[in-house]
């Protein structure tokens, strides 16, 4: 059983070092079919659309009264939730010492940068008139305006400035020692590169010293403000007095999806870059059945949170809960879609009971797929199925996501794939030291 608890101690050192360094140095044909592939998409899919939305006004949206949160507040809710388990999990598992974390970490805290950058760039989108953002920010002006701090909004711009701040920082204090192993061994722009991001770095007693003491201190910071951060999120609807929004239950409801979508997206990308970067030596079948499990008590919990919402509306028995409840869940197309987030994160997810299956790579990038379209779905019917059927009949109508709203949701994960492209190939994907102290001593080879 020792196989599974930590990868093959025969791998050497410099293998290590010679292997992370590969696979930024080096990049077939494949990559760059990719990078142009996603660059085109977030120009043509994202980019130029809104560019038409900017010049003609947000009547090319689907938004109209009283639908005035649509596909744009989904994909913010979407991607701030992705961005929950890379650092959130990183941190807890750095705190709890677990040792399978540490193949897996520096990419994982990757995707929580570029998932909330991608995700404040939807408050743009979405606000129509991105210039006028600085009325969000806190200055003495001559309008005599004051910014209202007990609306959840405002809550939104501090918790997710913070929240991309300190994981940002997060990410690079503990990539000072693999930015410097790289600075050695690589020549030209690269050298100077990461001879000035490792900060003259040298490995000393002191410098390590400070270091844990620091990354420790942010992965304490993190776990709270990560769940802070979803729990305002949520407040942005709870607070109001909208029928399905109204909800007490949606900051733990929140959290946990934003966990559970997060964790699936993290195996979608261990999947993906394992295959790629042929790295399967240090993303292991042990990886994925940790993190199978991990999804099954996420899918239990949010299974559980999700029964708990739909019978606390239920026993109201209120007319404006019953409506809010059949509308979302027997009226067509609605209904598909509850039915198809039920079953893709609830139902499947109990295939992770076996571990034969959690160690399947196959399945489990189905099961994470499958997770986070259902994830998706169960922030849009959130917004789609409360705000068309408030309290007075005669306001309602239907929303249906237009052309230009459907364009830019698709080019936003061409967007969230060329940073990741780009970041595989400037920063060590794999934690160099951490895989190290992993490894343990390596055993002699060829007489070394």
Do not use: C
Not at 51 to 69: D, R
Not at 259 to 269: F, N, W
């Amino acid at each position: 059983m020792a196989h599974q608890q930590h990868m093959k101690s025969d791998i050497s050192y410099r293998e290590v070092n010679e292997d992370v360094v590969r696979t930024m140095t080096k990049s077939g044909t494949g990559y760059y079919i990719a990078l142009f592939l996603s660059m085109a998409g977030v120009v043509f899919l994202w980019w130029l659309p809104w560019a038409y939305q900017i010049y003609t006004g947000q009547g090319v949206t689907g938004l109209q009264t009283p639908v005035f949160w649509g596909i744009y507040l989904t994909n913010f809710i979407f991607w701030i939730g992705i961005s929950h388990s890379g650092t959130l999990l990183s941190a807890i598992l750095f705190i709890t010492q677990t040792p399978w974390r540490r193949s897996i970490y520096r990419s994982a805290e990757a995707m929580t940068f570029f998932s909330v950058l991608t995700a404040a760039v939807f408050v743009f989108v979405h606000m129509g008139r991105p210039w006028n953002f600085y009325w969000t920010m806190p200055y003495p002006n001559q309008r005599q305006i004051w910014l209202n701090f007990q609306s959840p909004l405002m809550f939104d711009v501090f918790a997710i400035s913070t929240y991309m701040t300190a994981s940002m920082i997060f990410l690079y204090f503990g990539s000072i020692p693999d930015l410097a192993a790289v600075r050695d061994r690589v020549t030209g722009w690269r050298k100077e590169l990461y001879g000035a991001l490792s900060l003259g770095w040298r490995g000393t007693d002191a410098e390590w010293h400070w270091l844990n003491k620091a990354y420790t201190f942010f992965a304490v910071l993190i776990i709270p403000l990560a769940v802070s951060v979803h729990s305002i999120v949520s407040w942005d609807f709870a607070l109001s007095k909208v029928p399905g929004l109204n909800k007490t239950i949606f900051a733990p409801y929140f959290v946990v999806g934003a966990i559970y979508s997060g964790s699936a997206g993290i195996v979608t990308l261990m999947v993906i870059l394992r295959k790629t970067l042929k790295i399967e030596k240090y993303i292991t079948t042990n990886h994925f059945d940790k993190l199978g499990m991990l999804l099954l008590v996420m899918s239990l919990l949010w299974s559980y949170i999700n029964i708990l919402e739909v019978f606390t509306g239920w026993y109201a028995d209120t007319s404006f809960e019953n409506e809010a409840l059949k509308y979302r869940m027997f009226t067509p197309p609605y209904s598909y879609m509850f039915w198809l987030m039920i079953f893709t994160n609830t139902l499947m997810p109990l295939l992770l009971i076996f571990r034969k299956i959690r160690v399947s790579i196959i399945i489990s990038l189905i099961v994470s797929l499958g997770i986070n379209v259902g994830m998706w779905i169960e922030r849009y019917l959130i917004i789609t199925t409360s705000l068309p059927r408030k309290f007075l009949p005669y306001m309602w109508h239907d929303y249906s996501p237009s052309l230009t709203e459907i364009s830019m949701t698709i080019g936003s994960f061409s967007f969230f794939v060329m940073l990741f492209l780009l970041f595989i190939k400037l920063w060590p994907s794999v934690s160099i030291y951490e895989v190290k102290e992993d490894i343990g001593i390596p055993m002699k080879k060829e007489g070394h």
